[in-house]
């Protein structure tokens, strides 16, 4: 039997504002237990919630970030339900009526792009947070998260790999980034995702009963966890069996999703609306005003990059990936004096490369785009080698010196001389005869050797094209 997966996903991006999305607690994160739920976060007797106008224009201009329709009239509702988290027995969410409605992202998967449905994205507030550690045996609450402001964004059941999952996750995480309207730290908190999964055979066109993969706050272990489910659901079937309709969490320990609870459904939350809360306007000339403050977007810079700095689709895709790599970037390009290409390579090569070995952010990059494009200047020039590049590329990441100050100090400047590397040439060949008769009768590859010796003679500071093309002359002598 040939199987098919069916995965939607439902994102839960924090809001970055600076108080909760019903009252003027802070939502600065690492706080001690329980220093930031005030008394409407608690819903204790006498409080109203007042609605974070912050909150209701990020979401706004995530909606037209993914062209999706804006609701001129949304409601808040009650989600009641009881959880030790939850102090007021119910969660303040929309229903029926959210902000954004349906929209679209793009994604693209081994060169091929698909258009991922988003069926509707709605504020709501978060919960508290159990603490399990700590406590022998008994369970602790934080309520520092109560009120937290968050976009639930709903899409489609449009993807049909963990893979696709993946690269939509991915895009959806990059494009809050850009917009600022969340700061996407997974470990945090700010960005986690549930997973609704089901298999159904090749061809047909009901779905099967999903199971819903809940608080997944990384993108392998996104991955790993539809795996899973998509074998386990598949293996219920061929035995015979009935996948059951819940919800599960992923131990990333055992690699395996467990059961935590029966799904419910809506009916089972007994929705209403917020007594306490009116209904949201959202005016034409308000949607005009957040339309014109959105950035560049990462398709539209991806796509300008190529044009502009003549990039390849992998190169833009990496250095548009966030929204401060593409800036350094253009800052490199400019400071240098134009050196796309090297700019290009540099940047997507050795510098992110030593930023993930090191686990860091473009903005705790510990070279300054303006140190970087020191360096790249004196290639482009000539002063120093690609590989003594390498070398003054470390010593910028190691110090606070510029690439002239470190190039002048360690001696570093390239060897131009061509007498004196002809001199070098001269002993090297005189010093290797054996080597010489192989080359002469045919051995192209000793050739190599000849360029390494003189390197290693002028301790890489010779000019390659100049040793290249001497070295040949004197060959063929």
Request: proline residues 4%.
């Amino acid at each position: 039997m040939e199987w098919e997966t069916v995965i939607g996903l439902e994102i839960h991006a924090q809001l970055a504002t600076q108080s909760k999305i019903f009252s003027a607690a802070s939502t600065a994160y690492g706080a001690e237990p329980n220093t930031q739920a005030c008394a409407v976060d608690l819903g204790l007797p006498g409080v109203l919630p007042v609605l974070n106008e912050s909150a209701v224009r990020m979401a706004v201009k995530f909606g037209l970030a993914i062209e999706a329709e804006i609701a001129p009239y949304s409601v808040f509702a009650r989600k009641n339900y009881f959880y030790p988290d939850l102090p007021k027995g119910y969660q303040i969410s929309q229903f029926e009526l959210p902000i954004v409605g349906n929209g679209h992202l793009d994604i693209e998967v081994d060169g091929v792009t698909k258009r991922i449905g988003v069926t509707r994205a709605h504020l709501e507030e978060d919960a508290g947070k159990s603490l399990h550690e700590d406590f022998h045996g008994l369970t602790g609450i934080d309520l520092n998260r109560a009120g937290t402001p968050l976009l639930e964004i709903v899409s489609e059941p449009d993807m049909r790999s963990a893979k696709e999952a993946v690269a939509y996750m991915r895009k959806l995480h990059e494009l809050v980034r850009y917009l600022g309207v969340c700061d996407g730290n997974m470990q945090e908190g700010s960005f986690r995702c549930d997973a609704n999964v089901s298999v159904r055979l090749k061809g047909e066109e009901k779905f099967g009963t999903r199971t819903e993969i809940k608080n997944i706050n990384s993108f392998k272990f996104v991955e790993k966890a539809i795996n899973y489910e998509v074998e386990r659901q598949i293996d219920i079937l061929e035995g015979g069996g009935k996948v059951i309709q819940e919800t599960r969490l992923y131990d990333a320990n055992k690699d395996e999703t467990r059961s935590m609870r029966s799904k419910e459904e809506a009916n089972d939350y007994r929705y209403f609306p917020d007594p306490d809360l009116l209904p949201v306007h959202i005016e034409e000339a308000l949607k005009d005003q957040i339309r014109s403050e959105l950035p560049e977007l990462p398709d539209a810079k991806k796509a300008r990059f190529i044009e502009q700095y003549g990039m390849d689709n992998e190169s833009a895709a990496t250095l548009t990936s966030s929204r401060e790599l593409a800036d350094y970037y253009e800052t490199v390009v400019k400071e240098s004096g134009g050196e796309t290409k090297l700019s290009t390579n540099w940047i997507s090569g050795d510098l992110i490369g030593a930023l993930n070995k090191a686990g860091l952010e473009i903005g705790q990059c510990p070279i300054e785009h303006t140190r970087l494009a020191g360096l790249l200047k004196r290639i482009a020039d000539n002063t120093i080698s690609g590989k003594i590049a390498k070398q003054v590329f470390d010593e910028l990441w190691n110090s606070k010196a510029s690439a002239d100050q470190i190039i002048e100090e360690k001696g570093l400047k390239q060897i131009t001389d061509t007498g004196a590397i002809e001199a070098i040439i001269d002993k090297i060949i005189a010093d290797n005869p054996a080597q010489v008769e192989q080359y002469l009768g045919g051995k192209d590859k000793v050739f190599g050797f000849f360029v390494g010796q003189v390197m290693k003679e002028t301790q890489g500071k010779a000019n390659p094209g100049e040793v290249n093309k001497m070295l040949k002359e004197k060959l063929k002598r």
